[in-house]
């Protein structure tokens, strides 16, 4: 039995992903896994033809350190992850992404953003956006069969230079972009909506994103510095999650309750209001993980306090707050 957090759910879940959640139970993520990966590799058997993540439910958080998993992007997926995230470098004009170790030495010839990323995630848009005889205009549904209008998003953390990583992600976005999966800015004042919403951090450098009035790529602000000069223009037409680090924000809380002491509560809830009050969800990664009660207790109130994405790395745990 899951337990619904007291708080109303963020505003990074469609209207319907919410209602949904409300109302619903969620199917079990080791199954929906088996169900993902029995689906990719090639059977014809689908019981209609979006099917493929059939009775997964969206959940409102970010699949942290994504690219370190046995299966990347598929075992977010599984378990609804409204987001996710790859680390990139740029060699050689090839973005490779981090796997489990060491920075440079951990990463392998395999593993590109398009192998990973890219290719998967075009491969579960296109079946779920199948050419049949029923459907008469292209359809742009999501990667959640239950949800077709949630969009997933993917956030890009550049590792090395980067001008240059930056400009290799937006080419390596053509695939998605040609097929019209992104969400994209027009007019520098038009969100339209797509199956993607691609978030640049890490290098990402601010310059390269905000100053564009037509794009498909959005950028990472840091949540605690929103009140900056450099970041006093943005909003979630730049922006659409600002993140930062829970620790270096916090300090030390407490496992006991209250969990904040007064003084973070108003930190945590001026930089909630300061972003939302510009459209923005907010997100902090390096939240405690252990011990498990102090990791549960920091989620809930994060929740409940209105977050838009709780970052989690044991998604297991994660989904059975919702
Ligand atoms: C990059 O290219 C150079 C020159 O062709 C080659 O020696 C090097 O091994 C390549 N590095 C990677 C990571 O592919
Ligand atoms: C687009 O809007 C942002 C603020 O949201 C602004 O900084 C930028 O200069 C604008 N770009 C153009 C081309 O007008
Ligand atoms: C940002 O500035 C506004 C206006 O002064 C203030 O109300 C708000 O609390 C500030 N936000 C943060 C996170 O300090």
Not at 76 to 103: I, P
Not at 214 to 238: C, K, M, Q, W
Not at 264 to 293: C, E, F, H, V
Request: net charge negative; hydrophobic share 35%; charged share 20%.
């Amino acid at each position: 039995m899951r337990v619904l957090p007291s708080a109303p759910t963020s505003s990074v879940l469609s209207a319907t992903s919410a209602a949904l959640l409300a109302s619903a139970q969620l199917v079990a993520g080791t199954s929906n896994l088996q169900n993902v990966l029995k689906n990719t590799h090639g059977s014809d058997e689908y019981r209609y033809p979006t099917d493929f993540t059939r009775g997964i439910m969206p959940i409102p958080v970010h699949s942290h350190n994504d690219y370190w998993r046995d299966v990347p992007f598929y075992t977010g997926l599984s378990h609804g992850c409204a987001s996710t995230e790859a680390d990139v470098w740029l060699y050689n004009d090839t973005l490779y992404v981090r796997t489990v170790g060491h920075e440079q030495s951990a990463l392998t010839k395999a593993r590109t953003l398009e192998s990973l990323y890219i290719n998967p995630i075009l491969d579960v848009l296109k079946k779920q956006n199948p050419t049949t005889p029923f459907v008469t205009s292209p359809t742009k549904n999501g990667v959640f069969d239950t949800v077709s209008d949630q969009t997933l998003y993917f956030f890009i953390d550049v590792k090395t230079s980067g001008p240059e990583t930056w400009n290799a992600v937006v080419s390596a976005l053509q695939p998605l972009r040609d097929a019209g999966y992104l969400t994209t800015l027009k007019d520098n004042k038009t969100i339209t909506n797509g199956p993607v919403t691609i978030i640049g951090t890490g290098n990402t450098p601010l310059d390269l994103v905000g100053p564009i009035a037509d794009r498909d790529y959005f950028y990472d602000a840091p949540l605690s510095s929103l009140n900056d000069t450099e970041y006093a223009g943005v909003t979630s037409l730049i922006s659409p999650i600002a993140s930062d680090d829970f620790q270096a924000t916090f300090g030390s809380v407490s496992d006991t309750d209250p969990v904040f002491t007064d003084e973070q509560l108003n930190t945590l809830r001026a930089q909630i209001a300061t972003a939302k009050s510009r459209g923005i969800g907010a997100r902090y990664w390096d939240t405690p993980y252990y011990p498990i009660r102090l990791r549960n207790a920091v989620w809930r109130e994060l929740l409940r306090e209105g977050v838009a994405l709780l970052n989690a790395d044991d998604l297991d745990a994660v989904a059975e707050f919702f």
